[in-house]
């Protein structure tokens, strides 16, 4: 039986949080609100959320604070492709909230539609920068600060404690690839294959570390701009369950990883598509 009242009594982080769209007023949240919102419902109350958007970023701390008064609420604004900001940002939750005990890096953004020739090196280079390297950075940054804090209790007495747990969102475009678009694909295989590498060194430290790979999402990314909703809409189409996944079914999975019942799961790429990597 659990000797705590929650399944999250530790601090949890999330880049890439402020994807609420201003536009619809919430109808359609990204994947890092989303996940904010989860853990603030599933009782864990101290929560720090990042994102280069100052004003989305504002609107899902609003969010998050009228639902859940009690959850103490850590946000400030900056670029995950910042080595200074990604550090600067966890010293400043270390600060706040002593600890970070779940990490979620969500923060990317998609690349322009072109085939290797064509695209330039600024564009390989912008994509990467967030979606890979900002990934890394913000990781090495919540790495740095889990190796040095005393573990959590398990919510099962006969499981060991949780010194920290990372999931980074990659795609189902790290597994498998779609036209136009080398370098988003690249750098989401390139985070699936971080995660693996990052869960090898820091197990004997009590940490895992695991990825999220959503399929086609119902996000502001996607929803945005229509040339983005055409291109996808063949991807649709192909996964057996015909539809877009919505934000809180990436972020259910994302909570399932950094909670002690995911206990034994370390490394691993969890898809979240509706079926559509396995046609
Ligand atoms: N929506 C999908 O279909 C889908 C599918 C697979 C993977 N993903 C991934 O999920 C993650 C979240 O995407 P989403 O769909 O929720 O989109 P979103 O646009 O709603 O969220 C992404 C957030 O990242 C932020 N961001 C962009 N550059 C940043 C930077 N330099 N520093 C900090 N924050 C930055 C944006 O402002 C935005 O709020 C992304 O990594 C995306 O690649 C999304």
Redesign the pocket.
Known sequence: MSLLNSLFPGVAVV?????TDPLTQESSV????AVARAFAAAGCEKIAI????PS?LEQTRQSVAADHPKVQLFSHA????EDRFAQSFIDQVVKKFGRVDYAVN?????GLPMRSAETSLEEFDRVNN??YR?CWLSSRAQLKQMVSQKPLPSHDPNRPPQRGAVVN?????GIVSRPNAPAYCAS?SAIIGLSRADAIDYSADGIRVNCV?????E????MEKKEVREA?TPAVEIAPMKRMGK?EEVADAVLFLCSTQASFVQGHAMVVDGGYITV
């Not at 990042?50 to 958007?53: E, G, I, L």
């Open positions: 880049t890439g949080a402020g994807g990204g994947i890092g609100a990042t994102d280069v958007n989305t900056g670029s995950v492709a969500c923060a990317g953004v998609l967030i979606n900002g969102i990659a795609s189902q475009l989401k790979c959503p399929g086609v999402i996000t502001p990314l996607v996808i934000p």
